[in-house]
């Protein structure tokens, strides 16, 4: 059994926090064992929690199709969630419910290794951006230990909120270029690395061409490089986004009307390689 599919058997088996008591199933996650990109909703909702698959409901669909929009389908890529199990009712999770998952999703991110994730809904964005609210952040991206993190609203926000969908629509679209960037940054470090060796040898810092061993690569690439580092107000509540198609409590929350301001663009120059710091 692979490393991954292990993991997978240990959220099954997890129970670690009260949830695992009202679940059906858990909730690992689906797709590609080492997809370039990965999405990151909320928690299961109730069609998830039976069939134990990721966004499998209406909001699933929705999600389904937005990929379809950018050339993808659910294969390509990775589907996961903050929490592994249903919250009772579909409420929100709880801050100790999502503490005692995060190990199982920050394993899952170190053995895909994306270039990209998608955070959908505002728990996940909260994981990746903290203190940012979804309505001003949704549609820009920033980088963070190799990994570029990009903020959606959540699909099930547009089941709420019609006018919420054009939004989403828009925002995914901005999701290929920024991915064909990150491809060819990860491209552009070897030919780099070639170019500093012909530098070398064009010194005589190297007589020939050595053993690889022999040769010293270039400095690693810094650590942590920001894209976007607008602060806004501090979360508030009435932003939650809920998952409509699967409530069964009585929908007293509603999603205040978006905000209106344009959203912030990365500027697309932020993600040229020599920004990235990878050279
Ligand atoms: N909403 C989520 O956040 N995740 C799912 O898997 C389904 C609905």
Redesign the pocket.
């Given at each position: 059994m692979s490393v991954f599919e292990e993991l997978h058997k240990q959220i099954e088996r997890c129970q670690d926090c009260a949830l695992g008591k009202y679940r059906t199933r858990a909730?690992p996650g689906e797709g590609l064992e080492n997809a370039e990109i990965m999405f990151i909703?909320?928690?299961?909702?109730w069609?998830?929690d039976q069939q134990g698959?990721?966004?499998?409901?209406a909001?699933?669909q929705f999600l389904t199709s937005l990929l379809a929009s950018i050339g993808l389908n659910r294969n390509q890529v990775y589907?996961a969630?903050?929490i592994k199990c249903r919250p009772p009712g579909n409420r929100d999770p709880l801050p100790g419910e999502i503490q005692v998952c995060s190990k199982y999703l920050d394993k899952q991110i170190e053995l895909i290794k994306p270039k990209m994730i998608v955070t959908?809904?505002r728990?996940?964005m909260a994981r990746y951006f903290p203190n940012e609210t979804i309505g001003k952040i949704h549609g820009t991206a920033k980088q963070k230990d190799n990994i570029t993190y990009f903020a959606m609203y959540?699909?099930?926000a547009a089941l709420h909120q019609a006018n919420l969908k054009s939004t989403i629509e828009a925002d995914m679209l901005k999701i290929p270029p920024l991915l064909a960037k990150l491809r060819d940054a990860s491209k552009a470090v070897p030919a780099q690395e070639e170019k500093l060796l012909a530098k070398m040898e064009d010194k005589k810092l190297i007589d020939s061409k050595p053993a690889p061993a022999q040769i010293e690569k270039p400095a690693a690439p810094a650590k942590e490089q920001e894209i976007s580092e607008k602060p806004v107000a501090p979360q508030k509540e009435e932003e939650t986004v809920t998952?409509a198609?699967?409530q069964k409590l009585p929908e007293n929350k509603t999603i205040p009307p978006r905000d209106e301001k344009p959203a912030i663009i990365i500027e697309e120059q932020a993600l040229e390689p020599k920004q990235l710091n990878l050279f």
């Amino acid at each position: 059994m692979s490393v991954f599919e292990e993991l997978h058997k240990q959220i099954e088996r997890c129970q670690d926090c009260a949830l695992g008591k009202y679940r059906t199933r858990a909730v690992p996650g689906e797709g590609l064992e080492n997809a370039e990109i990965m999405f990151i909703g909320e928690a299961p909702g109730w069609n998830e929690d039976q069939q134990g698959l990721p966004f499998v409901g209406a909001a699933g669909q929705f999600l389904t199709s937005l990929l379809a929009s950018i050339g993808l389908n659910r294969n390509q890529v990775y589907i996961a969630n903050v929490i592994k199990c249903r919250p009772p009712g579909n409420r929100d999770p709880l801050p100790g419910e999502i503490q005692v998952c995060s190990k199982y999703l920050d394993k899952q991110i170190e053995l895909i290794k994306p270039k990209m994730i998608v955070t959908l809904g505002r728990y996940s964005m909260a994981r990746y951006f903290p203190n940012e609210t979804i309505g001003k952040i949704h549609g820009t991206a920033k980088q963070k230990d190799n990994i570029t993190y990009f903020a959606m609203y959540h699909p099930a926000a547009a089941l709420h909120q019609a006018n919420l969908k054009s939004t989403i629509e828009a925002d995914m679209l901005k999701i290929p270029p920024l991915l064909a960037k990150l491809r060819d940054a990860s491209k552009a470090v070897p030919a780099q690395e070639e170019k500093l060796l012909a530098k070398m040898e064009d010194k005589k810092l190297i007589d020939s061409k050595p053993a690889p061993a022999q040769i010293e690569k270039p400095a690693a690439p810094a650590k942590e490089q920001e894209i976007s580092e607008k602060p806004v107000a501090p979360q508030k509540e009435e932003e939650t986004v809920t998952k409509a198609e699967e409530q069964k409590l009585p929908e007293n929350k509603t999603i205040p009307p978006r905000d209106e301001k344009p959203a912030i663009i990365i500027e697309e120059q932020a993600l040229e390689p020599k920004q990235l710091n990878l050279f």
